[in-house]
T-cell receptor
Framework: AQTVTQSQPEMSVQEAETVTLSCTYD???????LFWYKQPPSRQMILVIR??????QNATENRFSVNFQKAAKSFSLKISDSQLGDTAMYFC??????????FGEGTQLTVNP | DTGVSQNPRHKITKRGQNVTFRCDPISEHNRLYWYRQTLGQGPEFLTY????????KSRLLSDRFSAERPKGSFSTLEIQRTEQGDSAMYLCAYTRASGGGSNEQFFGPGTRLTVL
């Protein structure tokens, strides 16, 4: 069974600084996908970034980037130039093709002015 | 806007009552998923459909829960004889028909259920 672990229940960062959220996962599959989702206080889940396991290159989306270490089963999210609107719960999730998402427990990120 | 609506957005019911939630993806889609999220936790998978067919059900989905997706469009999730432990946010998600290779799931705003 797939498991996803986020070891940081809460984190805070000053506006304009950089923060990294950690995620580890366990799977026996070779082909899979990893995602970071953001859930602001309004609670709608929004996709932030995705990574295909077969791609060695780390995914980047504007201020968001990942550090994907397949052998270590690690998938961290780096947010650069943090903005107040980045305040949210962040979930790491794992997906095997065509199947369910398995989510971590979440990290509550607060960006302070 | 992720292209999926859920109704109602909030539901308060008394223990023992039946409730039904609806999920309406707007665009063409392939798979439709239901998840449950309790406060402070990540969503947990309940079930998913490919078109009309219900392909997988979680052990979380007890016999009091039933989901349908007639005609492969909208979906309903019914909970019979609700219990206080059913209080949670119920999230619907879908993958787009074009899919691509990423199987991204797009989430609706959820239905918040409170069982008194």
């Amino acid at each position: 069974a797939q498991t996803v672990t986020q070891s940081q229940p809460e984190m805070s960062v000053q506006e304009a600084e950089t923060v990294t959220l950690s995620c580890t996962y366990d799977t026996s599959e070779n082909n899979y996908y990893l995602f970071w989702y953001k859930q602001p206080p309004s609670r709608q889940m929004i996709l932030v970034i995705r990574q295909e396991a077969y791609k060695q290159q780390n995914a980047t989306e504007n201020r968001f980037s990942v550090n994907f270490q397949k052998a270590a089963k690690s998938f961290s999210l780096k947010i650069s130039d943090s903005q107040l609107g980045d305040t949210a719960m962040y979930f790491c999730a794992h997906l095997t093709s065509g199947s369910r998402l398995t989510f971590g427990e979440g990290t509550q990120l607060t960006v302070n002015p | 806007d992720t292209g999926v609506s859920q109704n109602p957005r909030h539901k308060i019911t008394k223990r023992g009552q039946n409730v039904t939630f609806r999920c309406d993806p707007i665009s063409e889609h392939n798979r439709l998923y239901w998840y449950r999220q309790t406060l402070g936790q990540g969503p947990e998978f309940l079930t998913y459909f490919q078109n009309e067919a219900q392909l997988e059900k979680s052990r979380l989905l007890s016999d009091r829960f039933s989901a349908e997706r007639p005609k492969g469009s909208f979906s309903t999730l019914e909970i019979q004889r609700t219990e206080q432990g059913d209080s949670a946010m119920y999230l619907c998600a879908y993958t787009r028909a074009s899919g691509g290779g990423s199987n991204e799931q797009f989430f609706g705003p959820g239905t918040r259920l409170t069982v008194l």
